[in-house]
């Protein structure tokens, strides 16, 4: 009884092992096609990216960036930042220029309800409002709490959440600014 | 009972949502659209057919005392396995999936079928009752995904013939039962016949 179960235990794990080892691969390499990808929306096209991730503790958390420079000199920052949407973390890249100007936001993962919050995603006239958006100028909050983000209908925590994961990101790079200077 | 009858048993007779009542949460969780419904049907379909088969071969020299065990770790190294293949070659897939292919583990239509067929079956008719089964899961999630998608989203499989919004409900839980509970009436009322 003991040893049935044991041997089936035995054969599974194997089996496990080996398509662990055979998918290892495609699954890095699926990943980092993923972020390649995601680093070319929110960066500008001019400059070169370096795809090795940096860290940065801003807030009490611990934050993944990366660095775009244009003949040596940094020029743009990508920032992983993520915050608690309606359904569980909200996380994005947001490519911020010198001065806080948003470049481009795009949602790496999220699980916003579909149909509603998960619009965060598609929504072209909700993310669009966010390239070249000026921090100096304007404020990264939804339009009902005083800002001038116009929000996803019927979504507001999602479009808050949004909202502030791009605030925290400006924030961020302004941080590392500070540090390099 | 004929070969062709194993697999039509799961279409109709022993549809497994609208008639077995199984597996009930990725039914309702996952059939916001039509190609999700179906993505996570033919996921299903993928175990079932492959633990069916590998069951009915150990079941005769499993130990009565530990045959749930055993059952559940078999079924829990496929569903790894294809977790790890999606998220290797079809990562969008994943992405949407995510969290409900892991829990294809726990999905009683899986386990239902390895202690009522499987385990007393040869491995031809173990998995033809898997493929039976698992084009019963799959026509049902996608015929739910299909009807929630039109009320809404205003679209079928992604193509939109309706602008702007559909009845959100329908999209969020509410919408799910509300759903399920109407198709389930339609198909035993016509099944009767």
Same mark, same amino acid.
């Given at each position: ?13 194997? &089996?496990?092992?080996?398509?662990? =080892?055979?998918?290892?691969? +495609?699954?890095?390499?699926?990943? !980092? ?22 860290? &940065? ?37 947001? $490519?911020?220029?010198?001065? @806080?100007?948003?470049?481009?936001? !795009? ?6 309800? +579909?149909?509603? $919050? ?13 390239? @070249? ?9 939804? !339009? ?15 479009? !808050?959440?949004?909202?502030? =994961?791009?605030?925290? =990101? ?5 941080? &590392? ?5 | ?8 048993? /799961? ?22 659209? %039509? ?23 150990? %079941? ?23 977790? #790890?293949?999606?998220? %290797? ?7 949407? #999936? ?12 899986? #386990?239902?079928?390895?202690? %009522? ?16 089964? /698992? ?9 739910? /995904? ?11 499989? /992604? ?18 039962? #509300? ?15």
């Amino acid at each position: 009884m003991a040893a049935c179960l044991t041997g089936v235990c035995l054969v599974c794990s194997a &089996i496990l092992g080996g398509v662990y =080892a055979m998918t290892k691969e +495609p699954i890095e390499e699926a990943s !980092r096609k993923a972020l390649l990808e995601a680093l070319a929306v929110v960066l500008p096209a001019e400059g070169e990216v370096n795809p090795e991730a940096q860290f &940065i503790e801003f807030d009490g958390k611990n934050y993944e960036y990366y660095v775009q420079t244009l003949d040596t000199a940094v020029v743009c920052w990508a920032v992983k930042s993520a915050v608690g949407g309606f359904g569980g973390p909200l996380t994005l890249l947001v $490519g911020v220029e010198k001065g @806080g100007v948003v470049h481009a936001t !795009r949602v790496l993962s999220h699980s916003e309800t +579909p149909g509603l $919050g998960a619009k965060c995603e598609t929504e072209a006239s909700f993310i669009d409002q966010f390239k @070249g958006f000026d921090t100096s100028v304007k404020s990264l909050k939804v !339009r009902k709490d005083g800002g001038d983000v116009d929000a996803i209908t019927a979504s507001t925590i999602t479009s !808050r959440a949004y909202a502030e =994961a791009v605030s925290n =990101a400006v924030k961020v790079v302004k941080k &590392i600014q500070e540090e390099v200077q | 009972m004929s070969k062709f009858s194993i697999i039509t048993r /799961g279409l109709v007779k022993e549809n497994p949502t609208f008639v077995l009542v199984l597996g009930m949460c990725p039914t309702l969780a996952t059939t916001t659209s %039509a190609m999700n419904g179906l993505e996570m049907g033919l996921a299903t379909m993928f175990v079932l057919i492959l633990s069916n088969i590998v069951i009915s071969l150990i %079941a005769p020299v499993v130990p009565d005392k530990v045959h749930i065990p055993v059952y559940i770790v078999v079924i829990a190294t496929f569903v790894t396995v294809l977790q #790890l293949l999606m998220q %290797a070659y079809v990562p969008q897939v994943y992405a949407t #999936l995510g969290l409900f292919i892991p829990l294809i583990v726990v999905n009683c239509i899986v #386990l239902g079928r390895a202690e %009522a067929f499987a385990g007393k079956n040869g491995a031809l008719d173990s998995a033809l009752d898997g493929i039976g089964i /698992g084009i019963g899961f799959t026509l049902s999630l996608t015929v739910i /995904g299909v009807v929630r998608e039109i009320l809404g989203s205003g679209s079928v499989f /992604g193509w939109k013939f309706i602008a702007g919004d559909g009845i959100l409900a329908f999209v969020m839980a509410p919408g799910a039962f #509300l759903v399920m509970g109407y198709l389930m009436v339609l198909f035993n009322k016509l099944a009767k016949k």
